[in-house]
């Protein structure tokens, strides 16, 4: 069976920046009940406390981040590009231990966010990029999805799996 990595704060789990969370999605609590779901929070796994303070990543590439050319960092200025890119990594790692083909990310996240990022500017200035862990993963031939794409991400879910049985 196909699994798939999905963002923790939409699953309910309350670990985003601000102690918040998003859902219940529908698809989310089919995908778990068919035992699918490998959760994880990029940025709590990279060591980061909840709440924690919001981070951008000026420019909005986390690409950029992951080669040493940009840094994440929080409006205080402080560097956080460790734990996200730690977080990054233990995504990537459980990608390879689980053999997932398939994310669902957060939009918009500096970690997750698969189309868009903020600019940096902490003013809501958006920029297209992805986040540190969705431009990993995307690099590791993973699909990633955010929470407004489940219907494409049910589609690419099933085509994969007609690969499987093929
Ligand atoms: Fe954690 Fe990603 Fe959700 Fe942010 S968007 S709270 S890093 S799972």
Same mark, same amino acid.
């Given at each position: 069976?196909?699994?798939?990595?999905?963002?923790?704060?939409?699953?309910?789990?309350?670990?985003?920046?601000?102690?918040?969370?998003?859902?219940?999605?529908?698809?989310?609590?089919?995908?778990?009940?068919?035992?699918?779901?490998?959760?994880?929070?990029?940025?709590?796994?990279?060591?980061?406390?909840?709440?924690?303070?919001?981070?951008?990543?000026?420019?909005?590439?986390?690409?950029?981040?992951?080669?040493?050319?940009?840094?994440?960092?929080?409006?205080? !200025? #402080?560097? &956080?590009?460790?734990?996200?890119?730690?977080? /990054?990594?233990?995504?990537? $790692?459980? +990608? %390879?231990?689980?053999?997932?083909?398939?994310?669902?990310?957060?939009?918009?996240?500096?970690?997750?966010?698969?189309?868009?990022?903020?600019?940096?500017?902490?003013? !809501? #200035?958006? &920029?297209?990029?992805?986040?540190?862990?969705? /431009?990993?993963?995307?690099? $590791?031939? +993973? %699909?990633?999805?955010?929470?407004?794409?489940?219907?494409?991400?049910?589609?690419?879910?099933?085509?994969?799996?007609?690969?499987?049985?093929?």
């Amino acid at each position: 069976m196909e699994k798939i990595l999905i963002s923790r704060c939409l699953l309910g789990h309350r670990v985003r920046y601000d102690g918040g969370a998003h859902g219940p999605f529908d698809q989310l609590a089919v995908w778990q009940a068919e035992g699918r779901v490998v959760a994880l929070c990029p940025e709590v796994a990279g060591g980061l406390p909840t709440p924690r303070p919001p981070a951008e990543i000026p420019g909005g590439q986390g690409a950029q981040v992951l080669d040493g050319q940009a840094l994440v960092l929080t409006q205080a !200025g #402080e560097d &956080v590009s460790a734990p996200f890119i730690s977080g /990054a990594q233990q995504a990537l $790692a459980l +990608v %390879q231990q689980h053999g997932i083909r398939l994310a669902v990310l957060k939009s918009r996240s500096p970690s997750c966010g698969n189309l868009e990022t903020y600019d940096g500017s902490f003013s !809501g #200035e958006k &920029v297209r990029g992805q986040g540190v862990t969705a /431009a990993l993963l995307s690099r $590791a031939g +993973v %699909q990633v999805f955010n929470e407004e794409q489940l219907a494409a991400a049910l589609e690419a879910l099933q085509a994969l799996e007609r690969g499987r049985s093929a």
